[in-house]
């Protein structure tokens, strides 16, 4: 498998301010890491697709100057949202692939008051 | 358009008991199939997958999956449930004309009962 952790696993902040999540994968160098959003009894929702050295790609509905990813490594991805509001208050997962398999991270809960 | 349905918001099942947990999917082409475990504030855990060849496959903690193409359904399954298997339930695809991007489903909730 692989192991992906998460920090930090709770954030509260006030609403304006930016926070940074990060992503890493800790046995496994992943070109490509996902960023999922999932909201209270809800499915997980795609958000971003993180690539090593380039630009993440964006699902649609997404915005890219509000969520910034930054996968400046093989092993590390961050998500800063930026200018945050009480909307964006959600369960943040990322998650890393190898091989057939998809392995997720524990998720941090962002919390903007 | 891909999709994946979980019909059952919420399955209950004495401890026990055997439990079905359906999953059906719409997809073209041949999907890679999987089911995914949450336990309250955390992440997923990966429990089995179907890529290829037997429909039947085992996954973590006692739990298997059927896969039958006729009915695009991927339902899973354990003999005997424990209380500790209540959790939410994902049954995701990956089409293969999807960009490899994961389909949810919108899960569902499993309460087993002592």
């Known amino acids: 498998g692989a192991v992906v952790s998460q920090h930090p696993s709770r954030v509260i902040c006030k609403s304006g301010t930016s926070v940074k999540i990060e992503c890493r994968s800790l046995?496994?160098?992943?070109?490509?890491m996902f960023w999922y959003r999932q909201f209270p009894k809800q499915s997980l929702m795609l958000m971003a697709t993180?690539?090593?050295?380039?630009?993440?790609?964006?699902e649609q509905g997404v915005e890219k100057d509000k969520f910034l990813i930054n996968h400046a490594s093989l092993t590390l991805s961050t998500l800063t949202v930026t200018s945050a509001h009480p909307e964006d208050s959600s369960f943040y997962i990322c998650?890393?692939?190898?091989?057939?398999?998809?392995?997720f991270g524990p998720g941090t809960r962002l919390t903007v008051t | 358009a891909q999709s994946v349905a979980q019909p059952e918001d919420q399955v209950n099942v004495a401890e026990g008991n055997p439990l079905t947990v359906k999953c059906t999917y719409s997809?073209?082409?041949?999907?890679?199939l999987f089911w995914y475990v949450q336990y309250p504030n955390r992440g997923l855990q990966f429990l089995l997958k179907?890529?290829?060849?037997?429909?039947l496959v085992k996954g973590s903690y006692g739990f298997e999956a059927e896969f039958n193409k006729s009915q695009t359904s991927f339902h899973l399954k354990k003999p005997s449930a424990l209380v500790s298997d209540s959790a939410l339930y994902f049954c995701?695809?990956?089409?293969?004309?999807?960009?490899?991007?994961?389909?949810f489903g919108a899960g569902t909730i499993l309460r087993v009962k002592s």
């Open positions: 179907y890529i290829t060849g037997d429909n």
């Open positions: 998650s890393v692939r190898r091989g057939y398999e998809q392995y």
């Open positions: 995701a695809v990956r089409p293969m004309e999807y960009g490899n991007k994961l389909v």
């Open positions: 993180s690539n090593e050295g380039s630009k993440a790609t964006y």
């Open positions: 046995d496994f160098q992943a070109t490509t």
């Open positions: 997809v073209s082409g041949n999907p890679y």
